[in-house]
């Protein structure tokens, strides 16, 4: 599945990218512009980085769950990756675009 039309990412090379990654420090904290950086590519519109947030999510847990690293942890570090998603895209909606103002 294409994720990125800008860069022509697929999810493979997406997934590729972060299991790589993971592998060098299981508990680093992975961004998407980590990942693009990673693949010498950089965010053009950015609006596929929800879906890559989306996929470091999943693709970190099946991750964990192979290496059998302790539940806890586990779900303690996913919390906290969804609570920050979750944020990111509260303030995203919230934000008002500088032509809105009310002044």
Known sequence: MLVCSCNFISEKEIVDTITALLDEDCWQLIVP???Y???QKRGRCCGCFPNV???IIRTTEKYHAAT???DDKIVAYISRLKEFHEENRRAELERR???H???
Do not use: C, L, P
């Open 101 to 103: 103002r009310a002044a």
């Open 68 to 70: 059998h690293s302790t």
């Open 97 to 99: 675009h500088q032509g």
């Open 37 to 39: 950086h990673a693949m």
């Open 33 to 35: 512009a980590k990942v």
């Open 53 to 55: 947030v989306d996929i």
